[in-house]
């Protein structure tokens, strides 16, 4: 039976009715109180996680006391089925405090798969495992911390948060190809009395922080079950499949075959994109044939479709100028931190995804074929449109360093690399102008 897409996720933060928002206007100068207070609260929890080794007992008692008082209520089950040699753990999304749930309940370290500048990713507890570097770095990473550490590491394989009631998104790969036990593990979280859902469609990670704060508590539940290993004739993509059906019904939910980049999409269409299709369009005689535009392709405004848009409709529309100044942004991003992908392929796959963190995520999913960056000698091809061949005494386009044999390790010698190909593209550049011309150097 197919899921509705839109089931997965709330569309609203506040549910209940007129009572549960009469309750929310009396609650409010309350909630602002601990919300100031929870505020100051939170920089000794975040002092004392850092200072606290992780498998420390007292650090997590100490903690968890601490978080009931950040309003973040903590139970569990099954620790009875704790697997030590299962050193991943893979838990459904429902919230962004899913890791240090997890945390405070198994030790564990979270791999760092996002876009996160250096500071962000140590206060919120994610940990450098080459995941910028690409999919088969991060594997390897993983494997060389396996063979000298013991705490497992945490994994949300959904990519992206859901409501928790309805379906799980499909999982990635990636956790599931490190050759280890996996212990699944199942999260519920509510929120009682106000009627503000845990998670809402589009929201921001400072705006699910500032809700946590703000109601009197958020109950999460964590339970774990029986760890799972990978029969010698499944495939990743089978092992992953069975984990998730497994957790799946534990949860009374169903699998979903929709993904990350889904969700990226629907809200691009929902809540970005929404053209007015009830504006009346000119007949043949009322057209009046304008000047040709010179505004490139990717920047025009999109014509209003005279009938509903679909997925891949909304994927290939043009953007207007604001859209297009974003999505240049945006491909900058992922191209900083994957050099080694064609800012062609990174865009297309913006344009489905919309979020640089699932982009980067389906790189280091292999999702987006990797195909190599633009080089001079491409972007030259383009310009020129090869319209005359180098004479024989000229040196050939391979015998030219265009490209660096490596991506290097260090930024001086990127831009050394980048300096010799700008050289070798310049001085070909006047080769050609001189013998097209006629010229003679002195």
């Known amino acids: 039976m197919n899921t509705d897409i839109s ?21 409010m100068p309350l909630g602002l109180i601990l919300t100031v207070l929870r505020i100051f609260l939170g920089f000794h929890v975040f002092i004392i996680s850092c200072l606290l080794p992780r498998s420390w007992l007292i650090r997590r008692v100490v903690l968890r006391v601490m978080c009931l008082f950040l309003g973040l209520a903590i139970s569990h089950e099954g620790l009875e089925k704790r697997d030590r040699a299962a050193k991943v753990i893979v838990a459904n999304h429902v919230s962004v405090f899913d890791h240090v749930t997890i945390g405070l309940v198994i030790p564990s370290v979270v791999p760092n798969v996002w876009s996160l500048p250096a500071f962000m990713t ?27 550490n013991t705490l497992p590491i945490t994994s949300l394989p959904e990519g992206a948060m859901t409501n928790g009631k309805v379906g799980l ?3 990635s790969t990636w956790p599931f190809d490190l050759g280890e036990a996996v212990q699944p593990v199942i999260l519920r979280v509510r929120r009682p009395l106000l009627g503000v859902n845990v998670e809402s469609i589009g929201s921001s990670l400072w705006k699910d922080i500032f809700w946590f704060l703000f109601v009197p508590f958020t109950h999460f539940h964590v339970r774990l079950l029986p760890s799972q290993r990978r029969a010698e004739s499944e495939t990743v993509e089978d092992y992953s499949r069975r984990v998730q059906g497994i957790m799946a019904d534990e ?9 990350s980049a889904d969700k990226a999409e629907y809200i691009k269409r929902s809540y970005v994109y929404q053209p007015e299709a009830s504006t009346p369009q000119p007949t043949p005689q009322q057209r009046t044939p304008s000047p040709p535009s010179t505004t490139p392709r990717s920047q025009a405004v999109p014509p209003t479709p005279t009938e509903p848009t679909t997925p891949g409709d909304a994927a290939v529309a043009t953007r207007s100028d604001e859209d297009d100044k974003q999505l240049r942004r945006m491909v900058q991003q992922v191209n900083e931190v994957l050099p080694h992908v064609s800012e062609a392929a990174i865009r297309r796959d913006l344009e489905k995804t919309n979020c640089v963190d699932t982009t980067i995520t389906n790189v280091l999913e292999g999702k987006i074929p990797s195909e190599p960056p633009e080089t001079p000698e491409r972007i030259e091809q383009e310009e020129v ?8 005494s000229a040196p050939s386009p391979s015998s030219l360093k265009f490209a ?5 390790r260090s930024s001086e010698a990127r831009q050394m690399s980048y300096q010799e190909r700008k050289e070798a593209l310049f001085q070909k550049a006047r080769r050609h102008y001189v013998e097209k011309h006629g010229i003679t150097l002195d």
Do not use: C, D, H
């Open 404 to 408: 660096a044999p490596s991506f290097g």
């Open 251 to 259: 949860l009374g939910t169903k699998v979903t075959p929709f993904t």
């Open 7 to 27: 089931k997965l996720f709330s569309s609203e933060r506040l549910t209940g009715g007129s009572l549960a928002g009469i309750l929310l206007l009396l609650y």
């Open 385 to 392: 449109g090869g319209a005359s061949a180098p004479s024989p």
């Open 122 to 148: 140590w206060a919120l507890g994610y940990t450098e495992m080459g995941a910028r570097e690409g999919r088969r770095t991060l594997l390897q990473t993983l494997k060389t911390y396996f063979a000298s």
């Open 169 to 171: 998104l499909k999982f």
